[in-house]
């Protein structure tokens, strides 16, 4: 080539050269910063998944924060609550000691009380002092809030409910098997015990005034053993019976004049009832009968309904009560009966029912298809009664458009009032020897949210991920088949965000209830502050009985608080935090492979691009100095 305008061999040698050194400068960048990627065009796609991953570390980051902030609030809370339940177990001491009568001065006494009202200001101190960043954490700041508390529930807890914004939650009650008492009747046919030679209505003069009747009593608390003379009234047998119901369980009334009722002074199967006779005193030679003996005892309380119904034949089988029924015609050309009408009929006579029958429709129904008016085309009626199975028999007639009249009969498993007692036999021993009578109560059952729930007595206890909560229910509640908006839940609670997302299903909510002295205790006995001066239950003059079951029940409460929190502690941080952990080592490592500089492979990339650019600084110069060699052709 013999051009020197151009030359084109130095314009490669340029363009190799700057080449080199770029590669040589992207290596000496990634070198020095220590990553692969330092701006987008360096790998567009990888700079991409290198910055999601990013925030996905800094959320996860984020809540590792969140949850050993949540285990610190928690240390807080439970150091206080460790603190006021030593107070209570000293309280303890002092109600148990104050119950030494006789061996304690009124001085004594005062001094007990002075230390008591100093423990209950303590307790209210700590549960208003105690506090992170200037929130209180023990005086109910963190409590759930709830409103339209249904007159069927006596108590409620919620410990943890899940709300998204804004929401409130409405807590139903459905009760689907009613609670029972244990009970037991020891039906004596007089007022009074005839052993020996009394008559049964109780007038004549004894003739064996030796004789005793003696019979153990058992329920879940424990048993009591009774000696009774003949001639001693039910009245005074019942006084004494209630004398020990501390000691029992139980309680006595008088039933129909004749009668003793045992019940179980607690709703619930763990309860029982349980009567052995030691010695008869020779009571089965002289009180016979149907009505007389020691059996299981249903309490009336009108949960039980029973008509014969539509064309339906009946059966006693038990009874322990006095009812009405009502029979309705099942023949051709009876006179028609409005379905009102006889609905409005079945319904009185379950004001006072108490018993089972047996109940089936009957051959006959179909002839009622033109004898019964009232009920319009499409319509229906249903009643219902119930077996010795405790099954519940649901019977509906029914109207089609068109005017045909159908019936339908389903029984249904469900347990209305369990321990409907047999008949009796002709004649009933008390003779000593056989096995005890014995009963058990029966525990509410319910589904609340569409979740059944645990059941102890009339306690129900649900807990899911949205919902944990206790309930007590009434009485009446425990014991009416009914659905209801038991109270909402408004809001409340310490709420903790413990995952990488911020929405409901990593929110960790739980509840701290207020441990004021106002608030330790239970509806049923008390609260603490009731062992203040002056009070019902002061050491001094008050009811030390009921005192303790207050401080057991505060203990209770303040101990399950506890728990729920070193619960909440253990199993949700902690768990949290080890496994956030784990996936913020794997998403830094996923983020690293994408993002930083692999030193080794850099180096010898560095290396290579340097003697690359050395050798084209050479060959530049080498190519530079070529057209030189057309100066011969001129020489």
Known sequence: ??????????????????????????????????????????????????????????????????????????????????????????????????????????????????????ILETIDRISTSTSFQGTKL????????????????DDVKVNAAKLSHGENRDVNVLVTKSAQHAGV???????????????????????????????????????????????????????????????????????????????????????????????????????????????????????????????ATIADWGTNGSWTTTAFAAGAGTAAADAATMAGIIEATNLNAEGERDTSLGANTGALTTSITGIANNGSAVFTS???????????????????????EVTEAYTPNADIAPLLPATWSYAEGKEPERDSGQDVGAIVNGVVATADGKHITVRTDVLDTEIKLSDSGAQSLNSVQAFTITGGGAQFNLGPSVDIINQAIIGISNVSVRNLGTFEHGYLDELGSS???????????????????AINQVSSLRGRIGAFQKNTIGSTINSLSVALENTSAAESSIRDTDFAAETAEMTRSQILSQAAQTVLGTANSSPQAVLSLLG
């Open 1 to 118: 080539m013999s051009r020197i305008n151009t030359n084109v061999q130095s314009l490669i040698s340029q363009r190799t050269l700057a080449s080199q050194n770029k590669s040589l400068n992207g290596s000496l960048e990634r070198l020095s910063t220590g990553l692969r990627i330092n701006r987008g065009k360096d790998d567009p796609a990888g700079l991409i998944a290198s910055e999601n991953l990013r925030s996905e570390k800094a959320s996860i980051g984020a809540a590792i924060s969140n949850a050993g902030r949540a285990d610190q609030v928690m240390n807080i809370a439970e150091g206080g609550l460790q603190e006021i339940n030593s107070l209570l177990l000293e309280v303890q001491s002092l109600v148990t000691g104050s119950a030494n009568d006789a061996g304690l001065s009124k001085e004594e006494k005062e001094a007990n009380q002075l230390q008591i009202d100093s």
């Open 138 to 153: 023990l005086n109910g700041t963190y409590d759930f809030t709830i409103s339209g508390q249904n007159g069927v529930v």
């Open 185 to 311: 009747l020891l039906s004596l046919g007089a007022d009074k015990l005839d052993l020996g030679g009394m008559s049964a209505n109780g007038t004549d003069k004894l003739t064996a005034a030796d004789k005793n009747f003696i019979f153990e009593i058992a329920g879940a608390k424990g048993s009591k053993e009774f000696t009774f003379a003949s001639g001693t009234t039910l009245n005074d047998m019942i006084a004494a019976i209630n004398t020990y119901t501390d000691v029992t369980g139980l309680s006595a009334t008088l039933s129909g004049g004749t009668a003793i009722s045992l019940k179980s002074n607690e709703f619930g199967s763990d309860e029982y009832v349980s009567v052995k006779v030691i010695d008869d005193g020779d009571m089965d030679n002289n009180v016979t009968g149907p009505t007389t003996g020691i059996y299981k005892y249903e309490e009336k309380n009108g949960n039980v309904a029973h008509s014969t119904g539509i064309g």
């Open 386 to 408: 119930y077996n010795e199975n405790h099954e519940q028999v649901r019977y509906e007639v029914s109207k089609d458009g068109t005017g045909n009249i159908s019936y339908k």
């Open 535 to 553: 009070k019902d239950s002061n050491l001094v003059d008050g009811n030390l009985s009921k005192a303790q079951k207050i401080v057991d029940d």
